[in-house]
């Protein structure tokens, strides 16, 4: 049977991009992204917010560092991935985006905007996997 693994998300960002460099000399950002969704329960409109971790890599991942903050909204196009490790003897796991593309909403100076900003897709050449 196919799989099919491909995710799409619009959100703001709980946090700054962190930058940070493998040994290799890799580009790699992290950072999160909020989504929110709103249902209705009964004659009550309820919120429901989703806490999204996301790794971009390459040139991509720099430029959401260098230009992306706390706040700004953005569109999120990737792929799912599942980690496991151990640490301090404890098994730990992790499920996160693997950015393709990050496209930069609103402006700058606004984390509310309505102006389109720049996209840039990540070469698949990039991607480490």
């Known amino acids: 049977m196919a799989s099919f693994n491909k995710v799409m998300l619009m959100g703001n960002l709980t946090r ?5 460099f493998t040994a290799n000399g890799s580009a790699v950002t992290s950072f999160g992204l909020a989504v929110n969704r709103k249902f209705k329960q009964g004659d009550e409109w309820k919120d429901d917010v989703c806490f999204v971790d996301i790794t971009v890599w390459g ?7 260098e230009y992306l903050s706390k706040g700004r ?3 999120v196009e990737g792929y799912l991935k599942f980690s496991t490790w151990e640490s301090d003897g404890q098994k730990r796991n992790k499920l996160e985006v693997v950015a393709n593309l990050v496209q930069f909403l609103g402006s ?3 984390s509310q905007g309505d102006s389109s ?3 840039v897709p990540v070469p698949e050449d990039d991607v480490p996997f």
């Open 73 to 75: 909204p953005a569109f």
């Open 59 to 65: 040139k991509q991942g720099e430029n959401c560092a």
């Open 108 to 110: 700058r100076n606004d």
């Open 117 to 119: 900003k720049g996209q």
């Open 16 to 20: 700054d991009p962190e930058l940070r």
